[in-house]
Every structure is written in structure tokens, then in C-alpha cells.
């Protein structure tokens, strides 16, 4: 058995990794964003207008000061606000089902939708999505899925100023287009965390940013 100790969950990501960026090389509406530090693709027209729509009534309905893992709602790290969309509903399912085919993801390891709201001065502070694996919270979430592989996300709406998805070591800002899906690999092609997936939702400084987010495990989630 092969056994990598130091980095857990390292040989499904390097599968999970293998396997989705040959689906996205071979659609013709993915786009690979152009640089060597990370695989980071959009996707031009994903959502329609009144699906954006929606998913943005939807987010009204759910949204509550965002939580972290590590840090909380009152340190400032992350001051949207934000809540799970319901995986039962048909339209959010079949949203979601639609993520998981563009990535040719099982459905099983995804986990739920979440919808996330901006106000003015609101953001997230530069962060990975991976989970770090020296902290208490991996015990539960290795059980829960383990390791987070690839994460999409989508803009709901322009936003007058700010708001953009800057990843920090790429050196590239993506302003928020309604429609628009992104996603990226938080690994390395051999299956390590990419440091260089670093990025921040920067702080809108004028108007509203509403985004989807969906982030996928190694195994099944829950
Ligand atoms: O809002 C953004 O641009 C980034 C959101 C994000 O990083 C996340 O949901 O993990
Ligand atoms: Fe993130």
C-alpha cells in the first residue's frame, strides 16, 4: 500500500486532480485561466440571468454572519454573510447537478451549495480552501469527506466597485460577471496543497455581491 503520511487524502487528490482537468481541457467552454501557478478555469455563460436571479432571493432567505473553521464571524476574516441552499429543492439540485457534470465530479462528494452575500466594507480575507490537517477540526472533517479537492463558484450579479476574486500569488483580480462559474484545484497535480490557491473575496466598496459556492472532498461528504 502506498501511504503518504505527511500529506493525508494526497493520492485521491492527484486522481481527482488528473481526472478533472482532462474533462475541462476538452470543453470548449472551459477557459483556462493563463497562468503556471495553479489550474484555475471559467466558465463565460454558466447561469442564466434568471437562474442568477433566484439563487440571489434564494441567499436572502438564508444568508447569516459567515463562520470559519478556525476563525469566526467577529474577527473580521470573513464579514459576508452567508448559508447552505437547501440540496432537496429541485432548482438548487439541479444547479448542482450541473456543477458536478462540468467537472465530472461525483455528486457525492460535494458538498451542499452554500450562497454567500457582500454588503459594502464587507470580504474574506486571503485564505486556502483546503482544510489544514494539523487542526483540530480535520479530526471530524476527515470523516466527513476528508480533504476538499476542487472548489466552484459563481457570480451572481456585477457589482459597482470591489468585490473582485483576487488570488494574491496568481496576481490576477476576476471582477464579478452575473453568470460567470470559476474553479480551480486547491492541489498540486502530484496531489500536495497549491499555496498559490490562495485568494480573497476583496471588499466591495459599492453595491451588493452575491456568489455560490461549491466545494468538493476526496470521498463522500457528510
Ligand atoms: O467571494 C469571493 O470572491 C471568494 C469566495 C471564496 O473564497 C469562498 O467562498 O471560498
Ligand atoms: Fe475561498
Known sequence: MTRTATIPDKDA???VGASVRKRLEADPQA???????????????????????????????????STLFDADYSTG????????????????AGISRRIDDALGLKP?????????????????????????????????ERKRGGQRSWTAMA????????????FTEVGIKIPPKPGVLLTWNNALPD???????????????????????????TRKWG
Open 13 to 15: 487528490l492527484k486522481r
Open 31 to 65: 477557459y483556462k485561466v493563463p497562468t503556471d501557478k495553479a489550474e484555475i478555469y471559467a466558465f463565460g455563460q454558466f447561469l442564466s440571468t434568471a437562474e442568477c436571479q433566484r439563487l440571489i432571493l434564494m441567499i436572502d432567505a438564508v444568508a447569516q454572519p
Open 77 to 92: 476574516f470573513r464579514t459576508s454573510y452567508s448559508g447552505n441552499l437547501d440540496p432537496r429543492d429541485p432548482f438548487i
Open 108 to 140: 457525492e462528494t460535494g458538498e451542499a451549495i452554500q450562497g454567500q452575500r457582500y454588503m459594502p466594507g464587507q470580504q474574506f480575507k486571503p485564505h486556502n480552501d483546503w482544510f489544514y490537517t494539523t487542526e483540530d477540526y480535520w479530526k471530524s
Open 155 to 166: 457570480f451572481l450579479n456585477a457589482v459597482e466597485a470591489g468585490g473582485e476574486t483576487h
Open 191 to 217: 496531489g500536495s496543497p497549491n499555496d498559490d490557491t490562495i485568494h480573497a473575496g476583496t471588499p466591495v466598496e459599492q453595491g451588493v455581491k452575491y456568489v455560490i459556492t461549491k466545494w468538493y472532498r
